[in-house]
């Protein structure tokens, strides 16, 4: 054990979230509707699989992007020897302009402020080497994804500090939540960096309002910290209120002479609005200099492969392309999501409003043996190891309340979200029985017992009458 480093032997991962855990138990029963109907269907798995044709017909068209050709001629082998971490421009350039197409084209972005990464994870990651020293802290609203305690701090040693939201309000950010957030850090001697939020958010599936942003754009001006806007889902929002970047409220507000504009930055990925995490492409966009060259040399252990850079330059080039496939991804998210919701009404559970993501925020409040996280767990087992449905509980997204749950409906076939709902119904059927059987026994015995004190009153009156005679 001496001979490993603490990073090695140290169990500040996260891999023992309840958020992983269920993902080990579906790969040791993972469902098929052929080979194994009965196993754990994966309902915490945020992809995003519903226009996969879309993507597949469009590689068919274009044989020369798969196949590394220009013109038809090979470049194979200037694609297998570029190593410049800076990106190939064409893939940089047609990133930016999808960035502006989901946006509504209502800001645009600069090719010389966007840092590649492999993926997401390694952005946020690098943002925190960046901002932050070990020891140092960012606050985020709960509930958030849980992968971030694995993101923001294991490698790096930043801590986290939740902004304390609740269903009173739609989970919504708050000047006094933000605050006490601000002043705990400050209690536990943590001096604070920078907010990080998720927009839109997982887990919850809304966007923020133009009041939350502007929120944060005025508190961190009032702390001169950071503020890292993890936008990575804009482009699945698909009912309104639509979209709103940070970086259109910068532009609103006239921010770009002011110091807060260097201090903005936000995370972007095609994992999730083109459905592509094993591509493993991210990017950093921000308006400070230094965080930018710095990011750019950390990118060098983490970077996009030129033959993928290469083939989506081709395809997001496509501007018909895209701008069909924005359309009707977000045709499609809207009808699975409504599929999701129905299904769950029909077993009698709720789900906060949603208008965006791949998930739902699910209320199962109702269904707790007690409010408390204990009975969260209890019943998240249930649903994992009897019902065979793999979610979130709330309590691994730092959830303040017990009995909420992240539900994913974009990563399987209609078939397959249909059959959860009957599990579901018909488990949450099964527990309203119990609990009606349990009342009825206890009425009767409540009935027996009444009945027997009103017996032995009148035995004790009739006795002390017969006494007086």
Known sequence: ????????????????????????????????????????????????????????????????????????????????????????????????????????????????????????????????????????????????????????????????VPIQCTSLNGFQITETALEEAYQLAQKRHLKVKGVLVTNPSNPLGTTMSRNELNLLVNFITEKNIHLISDEIYSGTVFSSPGFVSIMEILKDRNCENTQVWNRVHIVYSLSKDLGLPGFRVGAIYSNDDMVVAAATKMSSFGLVSSQTQYLLSALLSDKKFAQNYISENKKRLKQRHRKLVSGLEKAGISCLKSNAGLFCWVDMRHLLSSNTFEAEMELWKKIVYDVKLNISPGSSCHCTEPGWFRVCFANMSEDTLKLSMQRLKAFVDSITTTLHNQSNHQSIKNSRRRSLTKWVFRLSFDDRMTGER
């Open 1 to 160: 054990m001496g001979l490993l480093s603490g990073k090695a032997t140290c169990n500040t991962h996260g891999q023992d979230s309840s958020y992983f855990l269920g993902w080990q138990e579906y790969e040791k029963n993972p469902y098929d509707e052929v080979q194994n109907p009965t196993g754990i269907i994966q309902m915490g798995l945020a992809e995003n699989q519903l226009s996969f044709d879309f993507l597949e017909s469009w590689l068919d068209r274009n044989p020369d992007a798969a196949g590394f050709k220009r013109d038809g001629r090979s470049i194979f082998r200037e694609l297998a020897l570029f190593q410049d971490y800076h990106g190939l421009p064409a893939f940089k350039k047609a990133l930016v302009e999808f960035m502006s197409e989901i946006r509504g084209n209502k800001v645009t972005f600069d090719t010389s402020k966007i840092v590649l990464t492999a993926g997401a994870t390694s952005a946020n990651e690098t943002l925190m080497f960046c901002l932050a020293e070990p020891g140092e802290a960012f606050l985020l609203p709960t509930p958030y994804y849980p992968g971030f305690d694995r993101d923001l701090k294991w490698r790096t040693g930043v801590e986290i």
